[in-house]
């Protein structure tokens, strides 16, 4: 093969058309294999965090050519990346920013347009429910990919004890000031805040005492049950007609009065 190959050279030589063959016969032998040995980083980078972009393309199926015989052999994203939104956005080594490390990702602190392109309900989220949080950028929160930050970096708990992990009692961050909240919430919760209903209805004798604030508060803040929605009425008519309000015996919920 090889002496074939010097037969054809010298052929071609003779014939005086060496400078259209001898490149054609170069580019054709550049593999994958070569461009380690000029080219360190891109190869290192692969390796190590290439991710699809080491197991599903090679170097050659971006790099198509070689200076100096093809001059622009950087490819564009889209040439491969087409038919979802995400893929319509600018300057994706904004984020993107090693083509040879895909997913590792550099994100600047103002961003949220280009997020919404695959979480669309976190932007619905916020936009019908308004709060300052509407008005920051996603990543003022998410400064890494999928990294979700803690509330007390930025607030203080409603009391001493109040830790993090108490935050989803009530809140979720997109939608802060919408607070609701299951049966299973501790008094002492809401104690951070009340504490005077609190102290009081420790403090009974009643059967009140062993019930959670939020087994009468029932899912949303502020919402305020009457006694009849769990009594009825368990008096008689006659009585109700001349003390027509459970509170002229019995005080309030918190400290009632037997
Ligand atoms: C013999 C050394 C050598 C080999 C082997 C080699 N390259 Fe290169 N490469 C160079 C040099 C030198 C340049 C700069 C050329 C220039 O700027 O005109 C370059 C430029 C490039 C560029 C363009 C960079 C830019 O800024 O535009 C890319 C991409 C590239 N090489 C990829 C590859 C790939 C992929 C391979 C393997 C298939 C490879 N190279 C193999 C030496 C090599
Ligand atoms: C998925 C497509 C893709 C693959 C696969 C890929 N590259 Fe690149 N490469 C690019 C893009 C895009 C750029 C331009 C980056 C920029 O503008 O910052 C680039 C830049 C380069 C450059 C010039 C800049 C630099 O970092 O030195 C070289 C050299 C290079 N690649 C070599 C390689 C080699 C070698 C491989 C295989 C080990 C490879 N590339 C695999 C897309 C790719
Ligand atoms: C030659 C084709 C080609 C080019 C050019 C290309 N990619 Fe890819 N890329 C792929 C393939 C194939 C996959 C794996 C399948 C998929 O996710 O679509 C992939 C996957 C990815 C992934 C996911 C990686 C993972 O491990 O899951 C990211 C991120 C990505 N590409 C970004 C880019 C960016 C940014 C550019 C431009 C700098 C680019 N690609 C250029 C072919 C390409
Ligand atoms: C504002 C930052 C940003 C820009 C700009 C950006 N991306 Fe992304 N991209 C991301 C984030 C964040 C992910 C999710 C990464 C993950 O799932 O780990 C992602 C994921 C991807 C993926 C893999 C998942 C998928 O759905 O395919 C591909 C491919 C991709 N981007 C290609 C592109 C292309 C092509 C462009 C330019 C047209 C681009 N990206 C522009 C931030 C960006
Ligand atoms: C990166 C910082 C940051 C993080 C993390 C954060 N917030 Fe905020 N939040 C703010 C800022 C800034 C404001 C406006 C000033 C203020 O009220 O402290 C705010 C306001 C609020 C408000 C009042 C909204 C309004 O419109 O009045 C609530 C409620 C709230 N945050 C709850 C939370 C909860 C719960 C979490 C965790 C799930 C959280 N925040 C995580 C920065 C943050
Ligand atoms: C004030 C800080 C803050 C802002 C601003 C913020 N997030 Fe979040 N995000 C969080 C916290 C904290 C969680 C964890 C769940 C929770 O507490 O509700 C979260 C959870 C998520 C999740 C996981 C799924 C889920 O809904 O729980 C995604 C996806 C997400 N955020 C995307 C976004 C996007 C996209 C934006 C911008 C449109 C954004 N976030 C704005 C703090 C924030
Ligand atoms: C190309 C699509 C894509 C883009 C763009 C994208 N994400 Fe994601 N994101 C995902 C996928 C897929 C997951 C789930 C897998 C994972 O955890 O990486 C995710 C997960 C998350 C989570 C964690 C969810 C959890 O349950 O813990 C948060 C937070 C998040 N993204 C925020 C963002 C923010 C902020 C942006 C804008 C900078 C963004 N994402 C851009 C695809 C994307
Ligand atoms: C038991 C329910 C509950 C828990 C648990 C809870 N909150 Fe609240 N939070 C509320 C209520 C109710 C309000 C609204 C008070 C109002 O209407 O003024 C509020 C308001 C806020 C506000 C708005 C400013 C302020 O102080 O009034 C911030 C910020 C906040 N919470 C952060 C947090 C953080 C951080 C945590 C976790 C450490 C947390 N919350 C845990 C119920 C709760
Ligand atoms: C962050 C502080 C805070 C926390 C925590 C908190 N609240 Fe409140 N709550 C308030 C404020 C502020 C008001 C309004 C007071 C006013 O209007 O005088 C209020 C009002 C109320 C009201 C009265 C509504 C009305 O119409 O009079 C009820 C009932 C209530 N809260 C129950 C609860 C319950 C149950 C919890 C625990 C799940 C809780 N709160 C947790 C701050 C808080
Ligand atoms: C969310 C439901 C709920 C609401 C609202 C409620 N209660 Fe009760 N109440 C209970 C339960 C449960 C008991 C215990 C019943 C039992 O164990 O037999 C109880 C017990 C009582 C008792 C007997 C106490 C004892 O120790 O024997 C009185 C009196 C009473 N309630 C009066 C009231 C009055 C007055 C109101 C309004 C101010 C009220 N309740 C509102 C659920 C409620
Ligand atoms: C047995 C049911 C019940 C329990 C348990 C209960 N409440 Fe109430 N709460 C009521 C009722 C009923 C009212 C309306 C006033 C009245 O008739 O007593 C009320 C009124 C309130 C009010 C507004 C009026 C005021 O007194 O300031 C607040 C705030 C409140 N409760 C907070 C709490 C908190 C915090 C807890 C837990 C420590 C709690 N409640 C436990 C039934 C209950
Ligand atoms: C005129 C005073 C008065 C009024 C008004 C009144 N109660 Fe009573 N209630 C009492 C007395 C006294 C008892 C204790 C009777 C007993 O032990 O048989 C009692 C007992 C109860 C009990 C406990 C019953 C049991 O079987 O243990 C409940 C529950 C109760 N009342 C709810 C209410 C509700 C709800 C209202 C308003 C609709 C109300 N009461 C109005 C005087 C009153």
Do not use: W
């Not at 990543?139 to 979700?148: G, L, N």
């Not at 802060?176 to 609190?198: I, Q």
């Amino acid at each position: 093969m090889k002496r074939l190959t010097l037969i054809l050279i010298t052929l071609t030589i003779s014939a005086g058309m060496i400078l259209t063959f001898t490149p054609f016969s170069l580019a054709a032998e550049l593999s994958d294999d070569d461009c380690i040995k000029c080219h360190t980083q891109p190869p290192a980078d692969i390796a190590a965090n290439g991710g699809a972009h080491k197991t599903e393309v090679s170097c050659m199926e971006c790099h198509e050519g070689h200076p100096p015989t093809v001059r622009e052999n950087i490819p564009a994203c889209n040439s491969c990346h087409s038919g979802k939104s995400h893929y319509e956005l600018q300057n994706c080594l904004s984020c993107h920013n090693n083509p040879h490390t895909p997913l590792i990702l550099h994100l600047a602190k103002d961003i949220t347009g280009p997020c919404l392109t695959c979480h669309q309900e976190q932007g619905v989220l916020l936009q019908e429910n308004k709060s300052f949080h509407t008005t920051m950028a996603c990543t003022a929160c998410h400064q890494e990919h999928a990294q979700v930050p803690p509330c007390v970096n930025c607030h203080e708990p409603h009391s001493e004890t109040m830790v993090q992990a108490d935050c989803s009692q009530c809140h979720q961050a997109h939608k802060p000031l919408v607070v609701v909240y299951n049966d299973s919430t501790p008094s002492k919760s809401c104690g951070s805040c009340h504490e005077e209903a609190l102290s009081q209805l420790s403090a009974g004798k009643t059967k009140h005492q062993a019930l959670a604030c939020a087994a009468c508060h029932k899912d949303k803040h502020k919402t305020v049950p009457t006694c009849q929605d769990c009594h009825n009425v368990p008096h008689s008519a006659g009585m109700m007609k001349k003390f027509p309000t459970c509170g002229e015996c019995h005080n309030t919920a918190h400290d009632l009065n037997l």
